[in-house]
T-cell receptor, first 115, second 112 residues
Framework: ETGVTQTPRHLVMGMTNKKSLKCEQH?????MYWYKQSAKKPLELMFV???????ENNSVPSRFSPECPNSSHLFLHLHTLQPEDSALYLC??????????????FGAGSRLTVL | KNQVEQSPQSLIILEGKNCTLQ??????????LRWYKQDTGRGPVSLTI?????NTKSNGRYTATLDADTKQSSLHITASQLSDSASYIC???????????FGKGTRLSVIA
């Protein structure tokens, strides 16, 4: 247990479904991140929230919608996804964005399969 | 362009043997470099961090080196165990708003 909890661990959805991924951190961190991990590719940063404010959107399609209601919780809302969106989605947190961001703590990830 | 290149892409070794994983980075301005271990079905976990002024750092059977002149880092695993089977990801941090540059990882398999 790293202090960053992701649910669900596995998700299978059709292209017309709407689902959400949840991330919760118990570390008192102020920055939270969504990363996408596909086979044989580096981790791709999707979104960054610093003190509940979105500070990075790395050209992510609008079918991915993040939400950060407070510094401890982060959601990724999914709708009308494509099969190529199938991947491991990793949530991470750090003390804050920027100088403190090198100390990332990752969750176990949510394995998403889009049919 | 800021990049991190890792080699080999995959590696199979016998239990008890040593191995070395390589990481080359073209990140500027460079701040530090971290090695992560990612078990199958889990998130990455930090093994060690190397700053600009550090050449060698050990964490149990793991020893990381950094050569800031050639922009290379290595992770040496001594007396490998089956539990070392995982992906090892090199991550470079530089001064910037989104500072992390990830490598693709090296997939290590330790067999009996």
């Amino acid at each position: 247990e790293t202090g960053v909890t992701q649910t669900p661990r596995h998700l299978v959805m059709g292209m017309t479904n709407k689902k959400s991924l949840k991330c919760e951190q118990h570390l008192g961190h102020n920055a939270m991140y969504w990363y996408k991990q596909s086979a044989k590719k580096p981790l791709e940063l999707m979104f960054v929230y610093n003190f509940k404010e979105q500070t990075e959107n790395n050209s992510v399609p609008s079918r991915f919608s993040p939400e950060c209601p407070n510094s401890s919780h982060l959601f990724l809302h999914l709708h009308t996804l494509q099969p190529e969106d199938s991947a491991l989605y990793l949530c991470a947190s750090s003390q804050r964005q920027g100088a403190g961001a090198n100390v990332l703590t990752f969750g176990a990830g949510s394995r998403l399969t889009v049919l | 362009k800021n990049q991190v290149e890792q080699s080999p892409q995959s590696l199979i070794i016998l239990e008890g043997k040593n191995c070395t994983l390589q990481c080359n980075y073209t990140v500027s301005p460079f701040s530090n470099l971290r090695w992560y271990k990612q078990d199958t079905g889990r998130g990455p976990v930090s093994l060690t961090i190397m700053t600009f002024s550090e050449n060698t750092k050990s964490n149990g059977r793991y020893t990381a080196t950094l050569d800031a002149d050639t922009k290379q880092s290595s992770l040496h695993i001594t007396a490998s165990q089956l539990s070392d089977s995982a992906s090892y990801i090199c991550v470079s941090f530089f001064s910037g708003n989104t500072p992390l540059v990830f490598g693709k990882g090296t997939r290590l398999s330790v067999i009996a």
